[in-house]
């Protein structure tokens, strides 16, 4: 089985765009808004200009379980990959 990068600390090691599967199952991607952090994944990881596809964000912190697993960072999978984060 390929090893997966784990974040599991609260502090500012997610980007907006990120990808995540949470504990519970549920996946999320980070916002770039203040207060509500996470969002429900679009369908895209890329907007029509091949930038990370940011949401405006619809629950705080919290509505992400943890430990969460990256999926995606910057429109790609990184299953496998080493993150600096």
């Known amino acids: 089985m390929t090893d997966v990068h784990k974040i599991t ?7 907006p765009g990120d990808v995540v599967f949470d ?3 549920a996946i999320w991607v980070r916002s770039d ?3 509500w ?3 429900h994944p679009s369908g895209a990881t890329r907007d029509i200009h091949g930038q990370a596809s940011v949401p405006d964000g619809s629950v705080e ?6 430990p969460l697993l990256l999926l995606v960072r910057d429109g790609q999978a990184v299953a496998g990959k080493l993150i600096e984060a």
Not at 10 to 15: N, Q, S, T
Not at 61 to 66: H, I, L, P, T, Y
């Open 37 to 39: 952090v996470w969002s």
């Open 33 to 35: 808004h203040v207060k």
């Open 23 to 25: 504990a519970n199952g």
């Open 61 to 66: 912190e919290d509505a992400a379980v943890r």
């Open 9 to 15: 600390t609260l502090d500012a090691v997610w980007k």
